[in-house]
């Protein structure tokens, strides 16, 4: 096939949506392009500022951190431990290994340290496990940026991720979510760190080519939490729907992001005040990263005394 860009007969990337092939030089510039193009049209950085990636040793976040240092940025990896057997210890590695070849010093937070992990957590407060994840990871990366002076907290979320939690909040009218959908979350007075999604607008498919391409060596095997998660069924809902209609998750994510969807006096968890033990932005006097740490403790206490 033909590179739509060169003009050689070396394509090997074939992108519907765009209606083009590339061949892997010339998709590699596409790919950078397109993540250029959503932090200039979203505003999310300068090339002065000093971005926090959090990687988690998959493909989006690797490539998120390639990308960055490739053009240019002053960006740090932060990987977070999250005490998941094999699959916290592989993930490790990879980090470390592309840090590595990258020649950067990646950032490591063990949980294991303040007996934290996701499995003595989930196993402690019988709780679903992503959502005290979720809020575990934000808890860290905020903290992390704040200490070291960093102007805002990058994830690898895609195309595919950001349209299929919109569809799965319009599904479930989950209108208060709304806001949290755009690229850019800007800081608050009460200490949350602005955060960006530089790859908003590339898909899962152009992020593992990118990967191949780029020869980045990241875990192949998802999270064991991960298992029956309702956004797999929107991606696959959603991947229907482009092999039919090529373009169709990018119409409906900038299509809402273009829309009157934000109102203005909207807050997000943004105007609380500062956690009386850690520091950190929180709603009530402690945040709730440190009152399920208390609770932890608590319990772990009690479950000593009883045995
Ligand atoms: S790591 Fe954590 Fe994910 Fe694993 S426990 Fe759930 S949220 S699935 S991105
Ligand atoms: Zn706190």
């Known amino acids: ?22 061949c892997r030089n010339c998709f590699v ?15 999310m950085f300068t090339p002065k500022e000093k971005i926090l990636v959090c990687v988690s040793g998959g493909k989006d976040s690797l490539v998120l951190w390639d990308v960055l240092l490739d053009l240019g940025f002053d960006a740090d990896g932060m990987y977070i431990d999250l005490g998941i057997g ?9 980090v470390l290994a592309f840090a590595r070849l990258r020649k950067r010093e990646p950032i490591i937070v063990d949980l294991s340290a303040e007996g934290m992990t996701i499995p003595e957590v989930t196993a402690r407060l019988r709780k679903k496990a992503c959502s005290l994840c ?20 990058a994830t690898g979320h895609n195309l595919d991720d950001e349209a299929s939690r919109l569809l799965g909040n319009i599904i479930q009218w989950n209108v208060k979510y709304f806001p949290g959908q755009k690229p850019v979350l800007e800081e608050t007075s009460s200490g949350m760190v602005r955060k960006v999604k530089p790859l908003v607008r590339v898909t899962e498919y152009e992020t593992a080519c990118y990967a191949l391409i780029r020869g980045i060596d990241y875990m192949i095997y998802e999270c064991p939490y991960s298992k029956g998660a309702t956004s797999l069924a929107y991606k696959e809902a959603l991947n229907m729907l482009e092999e039919e209609m090529p373009g169709t998750k990018a119409r409906f994510l900038f299509g809402f992001l273009d829309g009157e969807f934000f109102r ?41 005394k009883g045995a």
Not at 1 to 22: D, I, P, Q, W, Y
Not at 86 to 94: G, H
Not at 134 to 153: E, P
Not at 290 to 297: D, G, I, N, Q, S
């Open 1 to 22: 096939m033909k590179c739509r860009r060169c003009g050689s007969f070396e394509g090997e990337v074939a992108l519907k949506r765009h209606n083009a092939t590339f």
């Open 29 to 43: 510039v596409f790919f950078r392009r397109q993540v250029k193009r959503a932090i200039s049209e979203f505003r």
């Open 86 to 94: 094999d699959y916290s210890r592989e993930s490790r590695e990879k």
């Open 134 to 153: 979720g809020m575990i990871k934000r808890h860290h990366f905020n903290s992390a940026a704040r200490k070291g002076g960093y102007d805002v907290v």
């Open 264 to 304: 203005e006096d909207e807050k997000e968890e943004s105007e609380g005040r500062s956690c009386l033990v850690c520091g950190e932005p929180s709603f009530q006097e402690v945040c709730s990263y440190c009152r399920l740490k208390e609770e932890v403790a608590r319990r772990s206490a009690a479950g000593r």
